[in-house]
């Protein structure tokens, strides 16, 4: 166990989550760059998710090196559930996911704790960033992925119950939001189900600027911009719009159902996060300005519009199995 800085009146401490994967290739860069961080007081879990190529081997030299960085090994569960085990296997004040091919700047986790220090530790809080993007070698392809890739940044509940504005390796929650996670059952991406709880407490916070190189290469994709949006059309087109469109939208309902679930009465949006649940079983009309109520605000992408059209219209619903 690593000694605790002090910080303000009280110990602090903070938990790094990397969950890796034949992640061999980037590894050693993104570890470099954690403990290149300016703020040192961190304890980095590692949870192997079965590789097959040297990512062990470079873990434990890494292990060897500093006495911060700790490894558990895991058979393959997948992304989800290996950070929901991350975030179980030992209590922190702040837990900052990490994705194994990114490099961070080293101001990322100063910038996101001094954040923390003006917000109640009682309250389920997440602190996300812009993300400059790479390409493998690291060279800049957008400089802010907010405002050139994804679309601009969100923090109100109303937004982000209808898109993923987070990406989660450049996010941080605190214990009162970890503890809320649960389960990960019927949660699309861990990231955007902790960043509907934060907002549903009024406590999703956006900092307008990049902590992470944002590694693009051939094993990912970027998440939720341009290429992943082209994709779900696609996939759209083959697989017929309807009925792909309205397994979408029910997949985020039980998403958005678990965030109804664990939140207290006194929660003063649940009962926005019911109406917009609710919203398929009232008739045509309401549907249209319910829809055109949350759709304020958002970003007009084109997957979005055709979806309020949908849900307006209940086309295919009648038909599709659920």
């Known amino acids: 166990m690593i000694d605790l800085?002090?910080?303000?009146?009280?110990?602090?401490?903070i938990n790094i989550l990397m969950s890796t994967y034949n992640g061999e290739k980037y590894l050693s860069q993104q570890i470099e760059s954690i403990i290149n961080q300016t703020e040192k007081n961190w304890h980095l879990i590692?949870?192997?998710?079965?590789?097959?190529?040297?990512?062990?081997?470079?873990?434990e030299k890494f292990i060897n090196r500093d006495t911060r960085i700790e490894l558990i090994r895991g058979e393959n569960i997948g992304v989800i559930a290996s950070f929901f085990q991350l975030t179980k296997y030992e209590k922190a004040d702040f837990y900052f996911f990490c994705d194994q091919d990114d490099v961070w700047l080293p101001e990322k986790l100063k910038m996101m704790l001094d954040e923390a220090q003006h917000h109640e530790k009682q309250i389920p809080l997440l602190v996300y960033s812009d993300l400059k993007v790479v390409d493998r070698n690291l060279n800049i392809l957008y400089p802010s992925m907010i405002k050139e890739v994804t679309g601009p940044a969100c923090t109100n509940l109303k937004e982000v119950m209808r898109r993923n504005c987070v990406t989660g390796c450049a996010s941080m929650i605190n214990n009162a939001l970890a503890e809320k996670w649960v389960n990960t059952e019927g949660i699309i991406m861990h990231d955007w189900y902790l960043a509907q709880i934060a907002a549903a407490y009024n406590n999703l916070i956006y900092l307008n600027h990049p902590t992470i190189l944002y590694r693009q290469h051939e094993n990912n994709v970027l998440g939720g911009g341009k290429g992943n949006l082209t994709s779900k059309l696609v996939d759209m087109k083959s697989n017929g719009y309807t009925n792909l469109a309205w397994r979408e939208i029910l997949r985020e309902q039980k998403q958005l159902s678990h965030v109804f679930s664990i939140l207290p009465e006194t929660n003063e949006n649940k009962k926005t996060i019911k109406k917009y649940l609710d919203v398929i079983n009232e008739v045509w009309?309401?549907?249209?300005?319910?829809?055109?109520?949350?759709?304020?605000?958002?970003t007009k992408k084109i997957y979005l519009i055709l979806r309020t059209w949908l849900i307006v219209t209940k086309i295919g619903y009648k038909k599709f199995r659920f």
């Open 5 to 13: 800085e002090v910080r303000g009146s009280g110990e602090m401490k």
């Open 46 to 59: 590692i949870r192997d998710d079965g590789s097959k190529d040297d990512t062990i081997a470079i873990i």
């Open 285 to 298: 009309i309401k549907r249209f300005f319910i829809m055109l109520h949350f759709q304020k605000g958002n």
